[in-house]
């Protein structure tokens, strides 16, 4: 059984160099909200025995551990950092970690690479639609040091993840960037409360420098393209789509096809504080 995680990012470690990259966005991730970060690994012990060497790979495995704490230690020097290995799957291991951790964190397996791929089934977007915890899904390559980008829709989902992502420009130091998507022919008649939102949550956080736009468009692709230039892309796991299922349709487009490190936003109550 994992050891419980206390508030802590959790990020899931595989065998990739993708993994070291999301340990280094994940640590980020840690420091901007000061929590220790612990680093899990899934080990399959079916996959194990079926090895010449069973001891082997438990040693690769602690082995591939020590390597993310350091890269951890060298993102983030003042961020406390464990790690462990656990028995089972990853996706249901992160799944247990996230029943009492701040964020979970693993890779998003390539397919922010794959113009034309949805996987329903990959570890990323499972972990997105069923986790009770805000989930990071990192990239394997580095993003630029752009802005915070959140879209927002107007529900009340939208307005937590706006609250999440002031924490985060905050803390990391950046300025926010928050989007209103208005599908073409539709009747725009909210643009002042976009604005007042963003001024709402920005009197919490004097220093971070906002601004917010309305556009038209799609808005799933309008915000992939916004997000090009951010260092991370924040989204309510469903903004106005109650029938689409643990994951809304803007939140999916992004997940798949953005360049930036994407949290959903999920297991917070209306005013963005951690679920009980």
């Known amino acids: 059984m994992a050891t419980p995680t206390n508030d802590a990012v959790v990020v899931g470690i595989g065998g990739s160099e993708e993994d070291l990259q999301v340990v280094r966005t994940a640590a980020g991730e840690a420091a901007a909200h000061d929590?220790?970060?612990?680093?899990?690994?899934?080990?399959?012990?079916?996959?194990?025995?079926?090895?010449?060497?069973?001891?082997?790979?438990?040693?690769?495995?602690?082995?591939?551990?020590?390597?993310?704490?350091?890269?951890?230690?060298?993102?983030?020097?003042?961020?406390?950092?464990?790690?462990?290995?656990?028995?089972?799957?990853?996706v249901e291991a992160l799944l247990r970690a996230a029943e009492s951790a701040y964020l979970v964190a693993l890779g998003d397996g390539g397919i922010a690479?794959?113009?034309?791929?949805?996987?329903?089934?990959?570890?990323?977007?499972?972990?997105?639609?069923?986790?009770?915890?805000?989930?990071?899904?990192?990239?394997?390559?580095?993003?630029?040091?752009?802005?915070?980008?959140?879209?927002?829709?107007?529900?009340?989902?939208?307005?937590?993840?706006?609250?999440?992502?002031?924490?985060?420009?905050?803390?990391?130091?950046?300025?926010?960037?928050?989007?209103?998507?208005?599908?073409?022919?539709?009747?725009?008649?909210?643009?002042?409360?976009?604005?007042?939102a963003v001024a709402r949550h920005g009197a919490r956080h004097p220093t971070v420098a906002a601004e917010c736009h309305t556009l038209r468009g799609d808005p799933g692709n309008v915000l992939v393209e916004q997000s090009r230039s951010a260092q991370l892309a924040v989204v309510a796991a469903r903004g106005e789509e109650p029938l689409r299922g643990m994951l809304g349709a803007v939140s999916q487009t992004l997940l798949y096809h953005s360049p930036a490190p994407v949290i959903v936003v999920r297991g917070l109550g209306p005013a963005g504080v951690e679920r009980p």
């Not at 025995?49 to 040693?59: F, H, I, T, V």
């Not at 069923?130 to 630029?144: H, I, K, N, Q």
């Not at 529900?155 to 209103?180: E, N, Q, V």
Request: hydrophobic share 45%.
């Open 113 to 196: 690479t794959c113009p034309t791929c949805v996987p329903s089934d990959a570890p990323a977007v499972q972990l997105a639609a069923r986790a009770g915890c805000p989930v990071l899904v990192g990239r394997a390559e580095p993003a630029p040091q752009g802005p915070v980008l959140v879209g927002v829709d107007g529900s009340a989902a939208g307005d937590t993840a706006l609250g999440y992502a002031f924490d985060c420009a905050d803390g990391r130091g950046a300025r926010l960037l928050a989007i209103r998507v208005v599908e073409p022919g539709r009747h725009d008649d909210g643009g002042d409360l976009l604005a007042e």
């Open 35 to 90: 929590r220790p970060l612990h680093l899990l690994h899934a080990f399959n012990w079916a996959v194990a025995l079926q090895e010449p060497s069973m001891a082997g790979s438990r040693a690769a495995a602690e082995d591939l551990l020590e390597r993310a704490e350091r890269v951890a230690v060298e993102a983030e020097p003042e961020v406390p950092v464990r790690g462990e290995i656990v028995e089972g799957a990853p």
